[in-house]
Each structure stands twice: as C-alpha cells, then as structure tokens.
C-alpha cells in the first residue's frame, strides 16, 4: 500500500491519472478527521492532501479567501478572526466525536461533507458559501467550476454539486469561499429546565419573533452538564443565541426575556461561556466520550423530532440533544446495537427525514447503510454522476454506499450528511 502527498495541483493531477490509467483505487485524506464516517475503506493505496496548503488568496474588503484544499480550518479562522471576519456557517469539528483532536479539519473537507454548525437556521452550509473550486475527476481531468468574485457563477454550479460528495466525485486542490464579518456581540438566553416539547414550542416561538435568532438548541437534563465545562449544570437548558452590536443584542435580549417570561427560569449566558456552549453544542461534545457507542445525526421537521424520540426511547436506550430549533438531533445509543431499522423505521412514520450513522464500530459501518438510503430515481441520478466524473470508481470506492455509490444530491433539509 501507498500513501502518495502531493504538495502541488499539478502532483494532485498526476497522482489520480495514475490511479485512473492503473483502475488503482484511492482512499482520499486530509488530515483524516472524518475518516471513520463511512463504510470502512479497501482502497489500495492513499491519496493524502495535507501537503496541499495554503491560503491562496485573502481579500477582507472583497469577503473572499482561496485557500488550497489540505489548508487546516484551524489555520484559517486564525487568520479570518485577526481580521473581525468568519465562515458564517460555522463548520462542525468531528475530531473530537470519532476519538481525535479538535481542529485538524482541512478547508477541503468542509466542502466534501457541507459542514455546517448552530448558526446553520440563518447562515446555511458550506456549499451556501462556496465560490468556486479546481478539481481534479476520477477520470484523471482538471476542473474549474464558479470563479473568485461573488457575482462570478453562472450556469450548472459544480461547486455546489461537489458539496457532500465525500471525495467519491472529484479531488479538489482549491477551493474559494465567502467570509463575512463576525458578530461584536454574542449573548445566549437560556431557558432553564424544560421538557422536550416545551423547548420545542419555545423555540419555534423566539425563531418566529423579531429578536433574530441566530441558533437555538434544547440540551435535556444530564447533557446539558456535559457542555461549556459542566458550567450550566445539569437542569434542561434552552437555548437561543443573539448576535450583533452591543445595543442591538441588548433590545433584542430584553425583548426575549418579556416573550418568553412565562416559559420558564431565564438565564443570560456571555462572554466566552456563550462561546464555548456554542462551540460544544456544534461539535456534538456532550456524545465525545472517547467511546464506539453508535450516535446518529438525524434532520427532520423541527414539530416531529421530538414525538420521534420519544417514541425511540420507548424501544432502546438512547440519549439525545437538539439543534436547528429541534430539526437536528444527535442520538448517542446506549448499547452496541445501532438499531438502525428502528430509527429509520420511526423517521419515516413521524413525516420523513434523514439519519447519518456518524459513528460505530467497523463492523456495523460495514453492515449498515452509513447514509440515508436514496429513493430510486435519485440513487440512479447519482449513480449517472458518479459514471461521469469517476467512472472507474477509483475515488473513495463504496464509502457512502456499496460499489460506486453517492449521496450527492441528498435533500437540503438533510444538512448535508454530514
């Protein structure tokens, strides 16, 4: 086996019309934060970009940052926080969960797995932002797709059609995003003590408001001591980030706290700790336990996700937390069993969704459909773009499904898989 790190486009390009010439699969890496997300990899050799870094091009004026794909994110919000700017989606930092180190993400995988955080109900995902991208196809080809202004994409947007590709289309050596500024001032209410479908009915109450909710979360008694330090202790703990100027947080916290007076004990939570429960919130730090145990990211309408816990933990010992004002729900099992029918069984009989095994034991990712199974229209659409960008199958070869296949066109509400 080998483990190729080019440092150049060019050695990218090379590498994988080697690959394609000799039908030699790859396993695709950056820094291999998210490797075990997936059905485990038997690819021949290893592609490994984190050689391929740098930031290419950094124009504050212009809310524009090019960067070659193996660039660590860490190195990147760095230079984007020196200058009062950020990737407004907030990128989720898996390393931790799957039993790593925080921050050895790269800017390329962001945009393989659409990474998104908290603030994903106002700001989107990553390929809301993306602006374009160069590629290298599983055919051994270059690509280029959108440009690095903001007006500049015009016609089909591979860029954004890359987005959830896990690296099963195309490599990318260089990818260009929007940045926008940061908030002066974040403030988190916190609604203490609620039950699930009180939490929901409050947040879709503050979301429906004018005090512009950026993020709402509903961390249950027990998980919420698990974020921030243990600093909220362990009560149920709503909540709901405002951000912006000074005075603007400061109305908008006051107008809250008179809509939700009624709701339950409030608490105004700023400064770093608001960062950092926001930090863990996006980063899933309550089910980071160092352990296999399965946790399952499922994205469903925020009314239903609670019914469908409830109904879930009626069968199987399950711990969860919410985000997007209920629509996500991490769910860490208590046992082995991912009971992956089970789950899925329920999401489809409270109204639909999707659910990402995001992590178990080898065997299980090998044994259960890791992504959202696709209906069948989609799954052959998919099947045509992966023919045509990789037809070899030479590009992470049955990581998000057996053979070749892609969830590339999953549904927007699904977040991205990630």
């Given at each position: 086996?080998?483990?190729?790190?080019?440092?150049?486009?060019?050695?990218?390009?090379?590498?994988?019309?080697?690959?394609?010439?000799?039908?030699?699969?790859?396993?695709?890496?950056?820094?291999?934060?998210?490797?075990?997300?997936?059905?485990?990899?038997?690819?021949?050799?290893?592609?490994?970009?984190?050689?391929?870094?740098?930031?290419?091009?950094?124009?504050?004026?212009?809310?524009?940052?090019?960067?070659?794909?193996?660039?660590?994110?860490?190195?990147?919000?760095?230079?984007?926080?020196?200058?009062?700017?950020?990737?407004?989606?907030?990128?989720?930092?898996?390393?931790?969960?799957?039993?790593?180190?925080?921050?050895?993400?790269?800017?390329?995988?962001?945009?393989?797995?659409?990474?998104?955080?908290?603030?994903?109900?106002?700001?989107?995902?990553?390929?809301?932002?993306?602006?374009?991208?160069?590629?290298?196809?599983?055919?051994?080809?270059?690509?280029?797709?959108?440009?690095?202004?903001?007006?500049?994409?015009?016609?089909?947007?591979?860029?954004?059609?890359?987005?959830?590709?896990?690296?099963?289309?195309?490599?990318?050596?260089?990818?260009?995003?929007?940045?926008?500024?940061?908030?002066?001032?974040?403030?988190?209410?916190?609604?203490?003590?609620?039950?699930d479908h009180h939490a929901v009915a409050a947040m879709a109450l503050a979301l429906g408001s004018s005090a512009e909710v950026s993020s709402a979360a509903h961390l249950p008694e027990r998980v919420a001591a698990?974020?921030?330090?243990?600093?909220?202790?362990?009560?149920?703990?709503?909540?709901?980030?405002?951000?912006?100027?000074?005075?603007?947080?400061?109305?908008?916290?006051?107008?809250?706290?008179?809509?939700?007076?009624?709701?339950?004990?409030?608490?105004?939570?700023?400064?770093?700790?608001?960062?950092?429960?926001?930090?863990?919130?996006?980063?899933?730090?309550?089910?980071?336990?160092?352990?296999?145990?399965?946790?399952?990211?499922?994205?469903?309408?925020?009314?239903?996700?609670?019914?469908?816990?409830?109904?879930?933990?009626?069968?199987?010992?399950?711990?969860?937390?919410?985000?997007?004002?209920?629509?996500?729900?991490?769910?860490?099992?208590?046992?082995?069993?991912?009971?992956?029918?089970?789950?899925?069984?329920?999401?489809?009989?409270?109204?639909?969704?999707?659910?990402?095994?995001?992590?178990?034991?080898?065997?299980?990712?090998?044994?259960?459909?890791?992504?959202?199974?696709?209906?069948?229209?989609?799954?052959?659409?998919?099947?045509?773009?992966?023919?045509?960008?990789?037809?070899?199958?030479?590009?992470?070869?049955?990581?998000?499904?057996?053979?070749?296949?892609?969830?590339?066109?999953?549904?927007?509400?699904?977040?991205?898989?990630?």
């Amino acid at each position: 086996m080998t483990t190729f790190t080019p440092s150049t486009a060019a050695e990218t390009l090379s590498t994988i019309a080697w690959a394609a010439a000799e039908d030699s699969p790859l396993e695709i890496l950056g820094h291999g934060s998210k490797r075990g997300i997936g059905r485990p990899q038997q690819s021949e050799h290893t592609l490994d970009l984190s050689k391929l870094s740098g930031v290419t091009l950094y124009e504050p004026a212009e809310l524009v940052l090019s960067a070659k794909a193996g660039t660590p994110l860490a190195e990147i919000e760095s230079l984007l926080a020196e200058n009062g700017q950020q990737l407004a989606f907030e990128p989720m930092d898996y390393g931790p969960l799957l039993g790593g180190e925080p921050g050895p993400g790269t800017i390329g995988g962001v945009l393989a797995a659409n990474l998104s955080g908290p603030r994903r109900l106002k700001a989107g995902a990553a390929r809301d932002h993306i602006l374009g991208i160069a590629a290298v196809s599983g055919r051994g080809g270059a690509f280029k797709s959108g440009g690095r202004v903001v007006k500049n994409v015009t016609g089909y947007d591979l860029s954004k059609l890359m987005a959830n590709s896990w690296g099963t289309l195309a490599v990318f050596t260089d990818v260009t995003f929007k940045v926008l500024p940061a908030a002066e001032t974040e403030v988190t209410l916190a609604i203490r003590g609620l039950l699930d479908h009180h939490a929901v009915a409050a947040m879709a109450l503050a979301l429906g408001s004018s005090a512009e909710v950026s993020s709402a979360a509903h961390l249950p008694e027990r998980v919420a001591a698990r974020v921030a330090g243990g600093s909220l202790g362990s009560d149920a703990a709503t909540l709901l980030r405002i951000e912006g100027f000074g005075p603007s947080v400061a109305y908008r916290i006051a107008a809250l706290k008179d809509l939700l007076k009624n709701a339950g004990p409030l608490q105004e939570i700023s400064g770093s700790v608001s960062y950092s429960v926001w930090r863990d919130v996006r980063d899933c730090a309550p089910f980071a336990d160092g352990s296999e145990r399965p946790v399952w990211r499922v994205s469903m309408a925020p009314s239903q996700g609670h019914q469908m816990v409830l109904a879930l933990r009626m069968q199987a010992a399950v711990d969860a937390f919410y985000d997007w004002q209920g629509g996500l729900i991490w769910l860490r099992m208590q046992q082995d069993d991912p009971e992956a029918g089970l789950l899925r069984g329920l999401i489809k009989k409270y109204g639909g969704g999707h659910a990402t095994l995001v992590r178990a034991t080898p065997s299980h990712r090998a044994a259960i459909p890791v992504f959202e199974p696709q209906a069948p229209q989609l799954a052959a659409l998919s099947a045509r773009l992966k023919a045509e960008f990789d037809p070899k199958n030479i590009l992470n070869p049955g990581r998000m499904a057996p053979g070749a296949g892609s969830a590339t066109l999953a549904p927007a509400t699904e977040g991205g898989a990630q």
